[in-house]
DNA sequence: GTCGCGTGTCAACAGATGGTGACTTATTAG
DNA sequence: CTAATAAGTCACCATCTGTTGACACGCGAC
């Protein structure tokens, strides 16, 4: 997490503090990650972060819109295994691309910062409700994008919070259950 | 929300406070509702609280524990009402009694706080995720119930975020879905 | 070497937050 | 009427937040 050797280079110490803000925005929120804890991570006086991204919001921002790739790189597809494969990108974030449903982390933990949460919504629009819905077709296409997104948003946070049926990790029921109601959204009508 | 005469009355008074906290928690999330801006509310100074309550996350406590009937009032009943029941609870609001589901929306704009998303945990297990697992039965009664969870926090969450398929108020087809997929849920297998 | 500029640090500010103790005011009992 | 107690207020504290300007360091050019 720390360089040993600290080269002087403005590149190299403002991705470690992208880094930072990502991981601490993505476990703690918008409102709880603070500018010393993120400075203090990537090994940098909190004053810089202010004069290399403009302040906190800026920074969120940044972080946000460099988080997680494209979504629809895990939606579009083979639409036959399209619940599976979503399923298993927020279940089983090892298993494929770590980063793949990232930004569903990141934006549910800041989804109440009134800050955050106008930049939150402006990507989930942008880049699930618009694509997806493109993407699925048909009459009620709007309306299945909103519920997926609705689903997906509503199992991470109840993982966030600890919610599991097992009180262990997620289990294969739940990516069962998970896939088919995925699936049947894109399926039916 | 203001007496116009103050009569010195401890019950009235932390009725009033919890009044206001409780909408104030609901609007705001625990982290944004300032306890000045509550004691305002309640037309009260803000030593009172912690005086009357013990500080703001016992504040808080109490919000939860006295705001919304039980969840199962709305999901327990006949079956095959059961989506449509839950999604016009969510959706509507305004149609059944007002605050049937009102504890989701305190809990989603309060899942992001350390010490409040303990309480709202424990909240939902044992106020939802419990009592639905029995009700629903089956073998996969669990994860059905932690997903019906899940899609009820995720819709709430992006109504809350403002993010809605018609960029308008919810419509009659985000209700016909979510109904139809809450449906299935307890339907099959 | 040494000057200059890019890079980074330090100290401090203003604002807000939750919380506490001493104080004042109203109500009620005797 | 008066004294005691409940009800409420005030001033203040410690802490944390994001942010800023002045300062120190280090590397490359000359």
Redesign the pocket.
């Known amino acids: 997490m720390s360089l040993p050797i600290?080269?002087?280079?403005?590149?190299?110490?403002?991705e470690a503090i992208l880094a930072a803000a990502r991981n601490r925005f993505t476990l703690d929120g918008y409102?709880?990650?603070?500018?010393?804890?993120i400075?203090a991570d990537a090994?940098?006086?909190?004053?810089?972060?202010?004069?290399?991204f403009?302040?906190?919001?800026?920074?969120f921002a940044e972080v946000l819109a460099t988080t997680g790739r494209d979504p629809m790189e895990i939606i579009a597809g083979d639409r036959a295994s399209f619940g599976r494969r979503v399923a298993e990108a927020l279940l089983r974030p090892t298993d494929c691309r770590p980063d793949r449903l990232a930004f569903v982390q990141l934006a549910i933990r800041s989804s109440t910062s009134p800050v955050a949460s106008k930049l939150v919504r402006e990507r989930i629009e942008s880049q699930f409700i618009v694509p997806f819905t493109a993407w699925v077709g048909g009459e009620c296409a709007a309306q299945k994008a909103w519920l997926a997104g609705s689903i997906l948003m509503g199992a991470a946070t109840m993982l966030a919070l600890g919610c599991t049926p097992s009180n262990e990790t997620p289990d294969d029921g739940m990516l069962d259950h998970l896939a088919r109601t995925l699936q049947r959204l894109v399926d039916d009508d």
Chains 1, 2 share one sequence.
């Open positions: 600290k080269h002087r280079n403005a590149a190299s110490t403002r409102d709880h990650a603070g500018l010393r804890a400075a090994g940098v006086d909190p004053a810089l972060i202010c004069r290399y403009g302040g906190k919001e800026l920074l």
